[in-house]
C-alpha cells in the first residue's frame, strides 16, 4: 500500500474503519435482498417513491422530505451503529463478497492464484476448531520475548519486532512520498500507540467518554485474563496500559492538528532526529524493521517524540512491558482463538453502540478484503463489474472535470497567476475507476488452511518486507489504496488522484439505465466533492505534482478564506467541530455546485422531462440528499464529532443545500421558508 495511505491511517489511528474518505467511515451493514426497497428503487429510477416523507415539504426539511420515509422504514440493524443507503449498498457487497469466498473456497484453484489465496485466506479464517486448537501457539514466541525485557534496549527491539508483524505500539514508521519532492521516496515516523480511537477520549469530562474509559480498562483486563493472567494481575496490567496511553496522548496532536500537511511535515537527518528521542535508538530500531540507508526521515509531530522520550525514561520497565504486551494482544485477537476475537469485535461494538455482535462470516469476509484486497478484488471485478459500467462511469467523471475546468477558467475572484496553477492542476490529476490497472500477486506469502493467525502474522512480515524496499526511489503509483469491491471514493493530495472502486459504481449511486439527473446528483456529486478536495483548504496548498506549495497569489488565497470561513461559521453554528470538519464541508458544496452545473449542460437542448412527477434538477437533490443522508445511533454521533471529519449527515444535506439558490428555484422556496436563505447570507465556493 503506499506509503503516504500508511502515514495518514497512522495519523488517524484508532478503531474506525475507513474515515477521511468522501463517504464516511464503513459501518457494519448485513445483506439486503434483491427483492428489498433498495434493490427495487435500484433497478426503476435510483430513488423509490417510499423514500419521501409526506408530511414534510420539502422547502420545509429537506433531509426529512427526501428520507424520512426511508428512515421509517429501515431501522439501524443490531449489528450496526449506523444506516443509510450507502450502507445497504456496504451490506450488499459484503454478501456478495461472502458468496463469492464460499465458493471459490470449495472450489480447486492452481497454487498462488487469486482464488486459492483468497479462499484459503478466508476458510482458515472460518475454522474455528483449529482456531481454538491452536490457541496462543502462534504468539507465544512474542509473549515470551516481551515478558522478557529487561531495559530500554530491549524495548526498542520488541517494538520494531511488533511493528513487522502488524502492532501499533507507541509510534507509526514507514515511507511516503516526500511531500516536497513527491517523486522521491522518503522514511517517516508519527505519533501513534493508542488504544482508544482519539487522544481526546483520555481526557474529555463527559460521562460517554468516561463509560467508554472505563468499559476499555474492562476489556483490556479481559484480555489479559485470557492470556493467562490472574485477576489481580491482569487489573494491574490493564491500569498500567491506560498510564502509559495516556502520556503519549498528552504530547499527540488533535485530530484537527493532524490535518494540516504542511505543519505534519519535518524533514531532518537522522541524527537530528535522534536528539528528539536519544533513549530509543533509531538506527538500529529501523535496522530491525529492515530499513537500510536511512539518510532522511519525516518526523511528523517532533513533540511528540520528545515527550515519548520522556515516558520511556520515566515509566517503569514493568509497565512498558505490559504496553507492549497488550499491543501484540491489539493486533492478534482478531485472528486468535474465538474468545479472543469475540472480546474485540464486542468492545469496538460498544464504542460505537452497537447492539449485537457481527458474524464470523462478516468478520472474515472483511479480513480477506483488507489483507488480500487484489486477490478478492479481482475475483470481485470478473463476477460483478462490467467494462461498459467502467466506460460510463470515466465518460461521466470526464464530464464532471471538463464542468470544473470550465467553472475555474471563468471565476472573476482569480488572478491569471493562480487560475494558470489551478488549471495545471487539475489536469494533472489522475482518474482511477473500477480497479487498478495490475494486481498484487503476494507470489512471496504461503497462505494456507492452516492457522489463521499464522496466515495473518505472514501477510504482515510481507508488507513490513515491502515498506522501505523503495527508499530514494520514485514513488510507485501502481497500486491503489482501496480494495476494488470498497463503496467510497477518495483524492490523495500527496498523488493528486482520484479514485473510485467498482464497489461505489453500481445503483443506486450509478448506473447506465438511469437518467442524468440522478447519476449527476450521486455519483456526479461525489465526483465533484473529491476534485474539490484538491482546492480545499489542505488540498489546495499542494501543486499538480503533490508537492507541498504555496502557489496562491495573496488576494486569491483571502478570497478563497472569505469563502471557505463563511461555510465554517455556518458549520459551527451547527455545533460541528468545524476546524475537523471544514475539508469535507467545502467539499459538500463545492462538489454539489460543481455537479448541477454538469447536469445543466448535459441538458442543454433536451426536454426537461419530468418522471414520477419530478423534473430533472428535482431528482438531482433527491439523489443528493439519499446520498449523504445518514441515520447513526447516539454512541455513534458522539464519537464521530471527535473522529470523524465529515459533517452529521443530516447537517451535510441541510448545510449544502440551504446555500444553493438552484436547490430554492428548483422547489420553489421562499422567503420565509426554513430552506431558504438569502442571496446576501449565502455561502459559496465556485
Given at each position: 500500500?503506499?506509503g ?10 484508532g478503531l474506525?474503519l ?5 463517504l464516511?467511515?464503513?459501518?457494519a451493514?448485513?445483506?439486503v435482498?434483491?427483492?428489498s426497497?433498495?434493490?427495487?428503487m435500484?433497478?426503476?429510477r ?18 426529512r ?8 422504514d429501515n431501522?439501524i440493524?443490531?449489528?450496526?451503529s449506523?444506516?443509510s443507503v450507502?450502507?445497504?449498498?456496504r ?8 458468496d ?10 492452481p ?5 486459492q489465496?483468497a479462499?484459503?485466506y478466508?476458510?482458515s479464517?472460518?475454522?474455528v476448531r483449529e482456531?481454538d486448537?491452536?490457541?496462543?501457539g502462534p504468539i507465544?514466541?512474542?509473549v ?5 525485557i529487561?531495559d530500554l534496549s530491549d524495548?526498542?527491539?520488541q517494538?520494531?519486532v511488533l511493528?513487522n ?11 511516503e512520498?516526500?511531500?516536497?519532492d513527491?517523486?522521491?521516496?522518503i522514511a517517516f515516523?508519527a ?6 480511537p482519539?487522544?481526546a477520549?483520555?481526557?474529555a ?11 476499555y480498562?474492562a476489556?483490556v483486563t479481559r484480555d489479559f ?5 490472574d485477576l489481580?494481575t491482569?487489573?494491574?496490567?490493564a491500569?498500567a496500559?491506560?498510564?502509559v496511553?495516556i502520556?503519549?496522548a498528552?504530547?499527540?496532536r488533535?485530530?484537527a492538528?493532524?490535518?494540516d500537511r ?6 531532518m537527518t ?7 528521542i ?15 540507508n536511512v539518510?532522511a526521515i ?5 513533540e511528540?517524540?520528545?515527550n515519548l522520550?520522556t515516558?520511556l525514561?520515566n515509566?517503569p ?9 497488550y ?9 486468535l ?6 472480546e474485540?469485535?464486542?468492545f469496538?461494538?460498544?464504542?460505537v453502540g452497537?447492539?449485537?455482535?457481527q458474524?464470523l462470516w462478516?468478520?472474515c469476509v ?9 486477490a478478492l478484488?479481482?475475483?470481485?471485478v ?6 461498459e ?6 465518460h461521466?467523471?470526464?464530464?464532471i ?7 475555474l477558467s ?5 488572478s491569471e ?15 482511477h475507476?473500477g480497479?487498478?490497472e495490475?494486481w498484487?500477486?503476494y507470489?512471496?506469502?504461503?497462505i494456507?488452511?492452516?492457522?489463521f493467525?499464522?496466515n495473518?502474522l ?10 522501505f524496499t523503495?527508499l ?6 501502481e497500486?491503489?489504496?482501496m ?13 493528486n ?6 464497489g461505489?459504481l453500481q ?5 447506465t439505465?438511469f437518467?442524468?439527473?440522478t447519476n449527476f ?9 473529491e ?6 483548504d489542505e ?5 499538480a ?10 488576494a486569491?488565497a ?9 461555510v ?6 451547527l455545533?460541528?467541530n468545524?476546524?475537523?470538519?471544514i475539508?469535507?464541508?467545502?467539499a ?5 455546485e460543481?455537479?448541477?452545473?454538469a ?17 430533472p ?5 433527491l439523489?443528493?440528499?439519499q446520498?449523504?443522508?445518514t441515520?447513526?445511533r447516539?454512541?455513534?454521533m458522539?464519537?464521530d ?7 452529521d449527515?443530516?447537517?451535510r444535506v441541510?448545510g ?12 420553489d ?8 436563505r438569502?442571496?446576501?447570507q449565502r455561502c459559496?465556493?465556485?
Amino acid at each position: 500500500m503506499r506509503g503516504t495511505l500508511l502515514r495518514l491511517a497512522g495519523l488517524l489511528a484508532g478503531l474506525m474503519l475507513l474515515v477521511n474518505l468522501a463517504l464516511g467511515a464503513e459501518s457494519a451493514p448485513l445483506f439486503v435482498s434483491p427483492t428489498s426497497p433498495a434493490a427495487i428503487m435500484s433497478a426503476a429510477r435510483g430513488f423509490n417513491l417510499a423514500n419521501i416523507d409526506p408530511t414534510c415539504k420539502p422547502c420545509q426539511d429537506f433531509f426529512r422530505y427526501a428520507m424520512g420515509g426511508w428512515h421509517a422504514d429501515n431501522p439501524i440493524p443490531a449489528t450496526a451503529s449506523r444506516w443509510s443507503v450507502l450502507d445497504q449498498l456496504r451490506g450488499a457487497n459484503r454478501a456478495s463478497l461472502h458468496d463469492i469466498l464460499e465458493d471459490v473456497s470449495h472450489d480447486a484453484w492452481p497454487h498462488g492464484s487469486p482464488g486459492q489465496k483468497a479462499g484459503d485466506y478466508y476458510a482458515s479464517c472460518m475454522n474455528v476448531r483449529e482456531r481454538d486448537l491452536a490457541g496462543l501457539g502462534p504468539i507465544q514466541v512474542y509473549v515470551h520475548s516481551i515478558r522478557a525485557i529487561k531495559d530500554l534496549s530491549d524495548v526498542r527491539l520488541q517494538t520494531a519486532v511488533l511493528q513487522n508483524i502488524g502492532a501499533k505500539p507507541f509510534f507509526f514508521a514507514g515511507t511516503e512520498g516526500d511531500p516536497r519532492d513527491e517523486q522521491r521516496t522518503i522514511a517517516f515516523i508519527a505519533q501513534g500507540g493508542l488504544g482508544l480511537p482519539d487522544r481526546a477520549l483520555y481526557f474529555a469530562p463527559d460521562a460517554r467518554a468516561d463509560l467508554i474509559r472505563n468499559d476499555y480498562v474492562a476489556h483490556v483486563t479481559r484480555d489479559f485474563r485470557l492470556l493467562g493472567d490472574d485477576l489481580a494481575t491482569s487489573y494491574a496490567e490493564a491500569h498500567a496500559v491506560i498510564a502509559v496511553e495516556i502520556e503519549l496522548a498528552r504530547g499527540s496532536r488533535t485530530r484537527a492538528a493532524l490535518r494540516d500537511r504542511a505543519a505534519n511535515y519535518h524533514k531532518m537527518t537522522l541524527a537530528e532526529a535522534q536528539l528528539l528521542i536519544p533513549s530509543f535508538d533509531l538506527s538500529l530500531f529501523l535496522r530491525d524493521r529492515m530499513a537500510s540507508n536511512v539518510d532522511a526521515i519525516d518526523v511528523s509531530q517532533p513533540e511528540y517524540f520528545r515527550n515519548l522520550d520522556t515516558v520511556l525514561r520515566n515509566t517503569p520497565v514493568t509497565e512498558l512491558r505490559a504496553y507492549l504486551l497488550y499491543r501484540l494482544i491489539e493486533r492478534a485477537s482478531p485472528a486468535l482463538t474465538m474468545s479472543f476475537s469475540d472480546e474485540a469485535d464486542l468492545f469496538d461494538g460498544s464504542l460505537v453502540g452497537r447492539h449485537e455482535q457481527q458474524p464470523l462470516w462478516y468478520r472474515c469476509v472483511r479480513s480477506v478484503d483488507t489483507d488480500l484486497p487484489d486477490a478478492l478484488g479481482q475475483l470481485y471485478v470478473e463476477r460483478e463489474f462490467s467494462p461498459e459500467t467502467r466506460v460510463e462511469a470515466k465518460h461521466l467523471i470526464s464530464t464532471i472535470q471538463t464542468t470544473l475546468r470550465d467553472d475555474l477558467s471563468t471565476l472573476g475572484w482569480m488572478s491569471e497567476s493562480t487560475r494558470h496553477e489551478a488549471l495545471a492542476k487539475l489536469d494533472a490529476i489522475a482518474d482511477h475507476v473500477g480497479y487498478p490497472e495490475s494486481w498484487r500477486s503476494y507470489e512471496t506469502v504461503n497462505i494456507d488452511r492452516g492457522t489463521f493467525l499464522d496466515n495473518s502474522l505472514r501477510l504482515s512480515l510481507y508488507r513490513a518486507r515491502n515498506t522501505f524496499t523503495h527508499l530514494g526511489r520514485n514513488v510507485s503509483r501502481e497500486f491503489w489504496s482501496m480494495s476494488a469491491p470498497t463503496v467510497n471514493a477518495s483524492y490523495s493530495a500527496a498523488y493528486n488522484d482520484i479514485t473510485f472502486p467498482a464497489g461505489l459504481l453500481q445503483p443506486p449511486f450509478f448506473s447506465t439505465h438511469f437518467d442524468d439527473a440522478t447519476n449527476f446528483g450521486a455519483l456526479g456529486v461525489i465526483v465533484a466533492h473529491e476534485l474539490t478536495h484538491a482546492f480545499d483548504d489542505e488540498g489546495r496548498r499542494s501543486d499538480a505534482q503533490g508537492n507541498l506549495r504555496d502557489w496562491w497569489q495573496p488576494a486569491d488565497a483571502a478570497a478563497w478564506s472569505v469563502r471557505a470561513n463563511c461555510v465554517a461559521r455556518e458549520y459551527g453554528e451547527l455545533h460541528e467541530n468545524d476546524k475537523l470538519i471544514i475539508g469535507e464541508a467545502l467539499a459538500d458544496l463545492g462538489g454539489a455546485e460543481i455537479a448541477y452545473d454538469a447536469l445543466e449542460r448535459s441538458l442543454a437542448g433536451k426536454p426537461r422531462t419530468k418522471i414520477d412527477g419530478w423534473t430533472p434538477e428535482q431528482r438531482f437533490f433527491l439523489a443528493f440528499a439519499q446520498t449523504y443522508s445518514t441515520f447513526d445511533r447516539p454512541e455513534r454521533m458522539r464519537l464521530d464529532e471527535i473522529v470523524d471529519p465529515h459533517p452529521d449527515g443530516r447537517d451535510r444535506v441541510l448545510g449544502t443545500l440551504i446555500n444553493m439558490p438552484q436547490f430554492a428555484a428548483a422547489f420553489d422556496c421562499h422567503r420565509r421558508d426554513p430552506m431558504y436563505r438569502a442571496p446576501a447570507q449565502r455561502c459559496g465556493l465556485w
